[in-house]
């Protein structure tokens, strides 16, 4: 079982600029703009995302984890995500996205942090396990975005602290998926299908520039991360890792 190393809170006092139950480490802006939000409110009702949140934290090991740690989720939206860690006993949590009014929506007994995952401020050595559901494929460049993430991930993780992460990943049910989903018969009856149609539309230059780098990304995470699990199926690609110590 790991076992949290840091004994440090997460945020100093220093870094903290609060405003209403926020802390606001960038100015925040709308995550895309309001026609990708709705689409995204529209996709999932809570229930069903919280549902699928929380077979992934299964299949990620989460239930063996100690429930002191400190868990960060980025680009956690509106926060269900950290509800269902909330759910499963973990207390010690942080949310982190750039949307205020996602944020806002998030549960209130975690951090939330308005922060650019590219300029996180995370207390060295202070974060037992970062998770994002979701989130990597919205950085606008590769594979510049993605070090510098990674590299403030690794920088703020505990040694042997866990990296989770769960993102599209081209396949042959993605590939379908796409085809189903802009064929307009289906958009017109299905509001599922035209949500997910509507949200490629308004990411399309990072959602395919993501798909197109398979590659790249596996040796990125794989500079940082030892591999613990890896999956991927039905269009998505499933990691845990943990923080690589360097050799002596």
Same mark, same amino acid.
């Given at each position: 079982?790991?076992?949290?190393?840091?004994?440090?809170?997460?945020?100093?006092?220093?870094?903290?600029?609060?405003?209403?139950?926020?802390?606001?480490?960038?100015?925040?802006?709308?995550?895309?703009?309001?026609?990708?939000?709705?689409?995204?409110?529209?996709?999932?009702?809570?229930?069903?995302e919280k549902r699928k949140f929380r077979e992934r934290f299964f299949r990620m090991g989460f239930d063996?984890?100690?429930?002191?740690?400190?868990?960060?989720?980025?680009?956690?939206?509106?926060?269900?995500?950290?509800?269902?860690?909330?759910?499963?006993?973990?207390?010690?949590?942080?949310?982190?996205?750039?949307?205020?009014?996602?944020?806002?929506?998030?549960?209130?007994?975690? #951090?939330?942090? !308005? /922060?650019?995952?590219? &300029?996180?401020?995370? +207390?060295?050595?202070?974060?037992?396990?970062?998770?994002?559901? %979701?989130?990597?494929?919205?950085?606008?460049?590769?594979?510049?975005?993605?070090?510098?993430?990674?590299?403030?991930?690794?920088?703020?993780?505990?040694?042997?602290?866990?990296?989770?992460?769960?993102?599209?990943?081209?396949?042959?049910?993605?590939?379908?998926?796409?085809?189903v989903s802009f064929w307009k018969p289906a958009r017109r009856l299905l509001p599922k299908f035209d949500?997910?149609?509507?949200?490629?539309?308004?990411?399309?230059?990072?959602?395919?520039?993501?798909?197109?780098?398979?590659?790249?990304? #596996?040796?990125? !995470? /794989?500079?940082?991360? &030892?591999?613990?699990? +890896?999956?991927?199926?039905?269009?998505?690609?499933?990691?845990? %890792?943990?923080?690589?110590?360097?050799?002596?």
């Amino acid at each position: 079982m790991f076992r949290g190393l840091s004994g440090k809170r997460p945020v100093t006092e220093a870094q903290i600029k609060m405003q209403d139950g926020l802390i606001y480490w960038h100015s925040g802006e709308h995550c895309c703009n309001p026609r990708w939000e709705n689409a995204y409110q529209g996709f999932e009702q809570p229930v069903e995302e919280k549902r699928k949140f929380r077979e992934r934290f299964f299949r990620m090991g989460f239930d063996s984890l100690e429930r002191s740690l400190n868990i960060v989720d980025l680009f956690c939206g509106r926060g269900n995500g950290l509800a269902v860690l909330q759910e499963m006993g973990f207390q010690n949590l942080s949310g982190v996205d750039l949307s205020p009014a996602l944020l806002a929506k998030a549960p209130d007994r975690a #951090r939330r942090i !308005v /922060a650019d995952c590219r &300029d996180l401020r995370f +207390e060295p050595q202070s974060v037992d396990v970062f998770v994002v559901q %979701g989130g990597l494929h919205h950085l606008p460049e590769l594979p510049t975005n993605l070090s510098l993430v990674l590299d403030q991930v690794a920088q703020s993780l505990v040694p042997g602290g866990l990296f989770c992460a769960v993102e599209p990943w081209d396949t042959p049910f993605l590939r379908a998926v796409h085809a189903v989903s802009f064929w307009k018969p289906a958009r017109r009856l299905l509001p599922k299908f035209d949500a997910f149609a509507t949200m490629v539309e308004e990411e399309r230059d990072t959602y395919y520039s993501w798909l197109s780098s398979g590659s790249l990304i #596996r040796a990125e !995470v /794989a500079k940082r991360f &030892d591999v613990t699990l +890896e999956q991927v199926a039905w269009g998505k690609w499933m990691f845990v %890792g943990s923080k690589s110590i360097p050799r002596q």
